[in-house]
């Protein structure tokens, strides 16, 4: 069976501070791989999707930048850490086949990060 | 524009009493619909689907929603909530397309907060 796995689950950062969010997939091969922000209240943002290795949509600007380096692992970083990079960071994956059937996504338990 | 919208950000219902939540979207061709459940500090469940077919469809935890392309919504429905049905629920619509262009994104609606009084 397939599980997504996302850490840290939780980080306290300064302001100003480097980031690195890792989420690794295993049980599948060749997956879409995304990146979502929910801050508080608010529903969830795509950040970045990636459909194969070092291949990255960005969705939004904004200060964070993403890294697929290998096939089953997806990075979201910032060289410095904004107040508003605060939220809730969910990463998810889903088959990348033809069939339609397949395009439900599949999500990683998340990780808070608080920008002090 | 693709569009998802929950009009309710929250409900709250008596446990045992029968839920509704709503979701319309806005979608040039077939849609493929999405409800998600969301606990607290947790990552998102899959509840159930809608690509084609039968217009009403079961999902998870008791949960079914139906289809309604003359209205464009997607509501779902539980006859009997329960005290740990309380979450937060998201309505999301599919990008279609084959192959290269399937990117699978989702586009979701802003989710509804559901509180169970005992």
């Known amino acids: 069976s397939q599980t997504i796995h996302q850490w840290p689950a939780t980080l306290v950062q300064p302001v100003g501070s480097p980031l690195s969010l890792e989420c690794t997939v295993e049980g599948t091969s060749n997956p879409n791989l995304y990146w979502y922000r929910q801050a508080a209240g608010r529903g969830l943002q795509l950040l970045f999707y990636s459909v194969g290795i070092g291949q990255i949509s960005s969705e939004v600007p904004q200060n964070l930048s993403a890294s697929r380096p290998q096939d089953r692992q997806f990075i979201l970083s910032s060289k410095k850490l904004l107040l508003s990079d605060s939220g809730f960071y969910l990463c998810?994956?889903?088959?990348?086949?033809?069939?339609?059937?397949?395009?439900?996504?599949?999500f990683g338990p998340g990780t808070r990060l608080t920008v002090l | 524009a693709q569009s998802v919208t929950q009009p309710d950000i929250h409900i709250t219902v008596s446990e045992g009493a029968s839920l509704e939540l709503r979701c319309n979207y806005s979608?040039?061709?077939?849609?493929?619909l999405f409800w998600y459940v969301q606990s607290p500090g947790q990552g998102l469940q899959l509840l159930l689907k809608?690509?084609?077919?039968?217009?009403l469809v079961q999902g998870i935890k008791g949960f079914e929603a139906e289809f309604k392309r003359s209205q464009s919504s997607f509501n779902l429905r539980k006859p009997s909530v329960h005290w740990s049905d309380a979450a937060e629920y998201f309505c999301?619509?599919?990008?279609?397309?084959?192959?290269?262009?399937?990117?699978?994104?989702?586009?979701f609606g802003q989710g509804t907060t559901l509180q169970v009084k005992p």
């Open positions: 809608y690509f084609s077919g039968d217009t």
């Open positions: 999301a619509v599919g990008e279609g397309g084959k192959g290269s262009s399937n990117t699978g994104k989702l586009i």
């Open positions: 979608y040039g061709a077939t849609p493929y």
């Open positions: 998810a994956w889903r088959k990348r086949l033809a069939v339609p059937s397949y395009n439900e996504q599949f």
